[in-house]
């Protein structure tokens, strides 16, 4: 069974940056794609950005474009999530999915695999 384990969430002022990890267990991590998503209290879950498992497909909403870079370290079985110039409304639990050979998909049905998610908080 593939576990995802998001870690690095916390409290930051607005402006400020966190850096989000997702370390997958197993010897496939190279196959999956993977993805980040958040959920705000009372919302939906939504797609924050992708890339695909070969790494040459990315995606991002338009509501972090610029400001988020998704990242891969497969030596380390791990993908990043960057996030600068953080906003109040970015205020979320933040999830990791994997997807096997997959696309950069910013439609969660197309993920296999989720963590537990990590909470991130910006302050105004």
């Known amino acids: 069974q593939v576990q995802l384990v998001e870690s690095g969430g916390g409290l930051v002022q607005a402006g400020g940056s966190l850096r989000l990890s997702c370390a997958v267990s197993g010897r496939l991590f190279s196959t999956y794609a993977m993805g980040w998503f958040r959920q705000a209290p009372g919302k939906e879950r939504d797609f924050v950005t992708a890339m695909s498992y070969r790494g040459g497909s990315l995606y991002y909403a338009d509501s972090v474009k610029g400001r988020f870079t998704i990242s891969r370290d497969n030596a380390k079985n791990t993908v990043y999530l960057q996030m600068n110039s953080l906003k109040p409304e970015d205020t979320a639990v933040y999830y990791c999915?994997?997807?096997?050979?997959?696309?950069?998909?910013?439609?969660?049905?197309?993920?296999?695999?989720w963590g537990q998610g990590t909470q991130v908080t910006v302050s105004s």
């Open positions: 999915a994997a997807a096997r050979f997959g696309g950069a998909s910013h439609y969660y049905r197309d993920y296999e695999h």
